[in-house]
């Protein structure tokens, strides 16, 4: 069975650093790409990011919100995804899932949906 | 980024009810469409991929429909369990982005 567990939430400051991580088991970990959602209260879902797969050269992307504050990366020897999260602002408040993916893919393009999520760990900035 | 607008944010429906929510894409997105139900306290579960796949395990009264900017989540004969928020995601971009969400509520 696939398992994710998110782990490392807490409260920080703005301006302070956070640091997650997703311990997955269950699947082949070297092979999957791994995304980041999060969820801000009472609000809707948004992607952070993904990193891709060993073989895709564990390549990241993430969203404009985060770009040069969170970084995504992944430890194959530990089956475990991480979320550095740096010069943390009140607005990335929130739930934060880790998630797999599947999809379709072409030489190019991966057309992938989040199939599936951890329990989630909650992140709080405040002062 | 492709802004994905789900109708209607909220709706109220009774057990035994056909219920349609509709998600449209800013710009054309082929068929890449997912759906989520998400209950409070919980994460989402994949209900739906590429917009009219069900995915493994989900009831089959869960349909979709669509492709381009317009999609559709059909629930036929709404159970007591199906109480919950709805989100569409567009795969076809990147940001991947998700809709606004939409509560099912009893009746």
């Known amino acids: 069975e696939v398992q994710l567990m998110e782990s490392g939430g807490g409260l920080a400051e703005p301006g302070g650093s956070l640091r997650l991580s997703c311990a997955a088991s269950?699947?082949?970990?070297?092979?999957?790409?791994m995304t980041w959602v999060r969820q801000a209260p009472g609000k809707g879902l948004e992607w952070v990011g993904h990193?891709?797969?060993?073989?895709?050269?564990?390549?990241?992307t993430s969203t404009a919100p985060v770009k040069g504050r969170f970084t995504i990366s992944r430890d194959a020897s530990k089956n475990t995804l991480f979320l550095q999260m740096n010069s943390l602002k009140t607005e990335d408040t929130g739930v934060y899932y880790c998630?797999?993916?599947?999809?379709?893919?072409?030489?190019?393009?991966?057309?992938?949906?989040?199939?599936?999520w951890g329990k989630g760990t909650t992140v709080t900035v405040s002062s | 980024d492709v802004q994905m607008t789900q109708s209607p944010s909220s709706l109220s429906a009774s057990v035994g009810d056909r219920v349609t929510i509709t998600c449209r894409a800013s710009?054309?997105?082929?068929?890449?469409l997912n759906w989520y139900q998400q209950k409070p306290g919980r994460a989402p579960k994949l209900l739906i991929f590429?917009?009219?796949s069900l995915q493994s395990g989900v009831p089959s009264r869960f349909s979709g429909s669509g492709s381009e900017t317009d999609f559709t989540l059909t629930i036929s004969n709404l159970q007591p369990e199906d109480f919950a928020t709805y989100y569409c995601?567009?795969?076809?971009?990147?940001?991947?982005?998700f809709g606004g969400g939409t509560k099912v509520e009893i009746k």
């Open positions: 990193i891709a797969n060993k073989a895709d050269g564990e390549t990241t």
């Open positions: 998630t797999t993916v599947a999809g379709r893919r072409n030489s190019r393009y991966y057309y992938y949906y989040m199939d599936v």
């Open positions: 269950g699947f082949a970990f070297t092979d999957a790409w």
């Open positions: 590429d917009a009219s």
């Open positions: 710009h054309s997105i082929s068929i890449y």
């Open positions: 995601q567009q795969s076809n971009d990147i940001p991947r982005t």
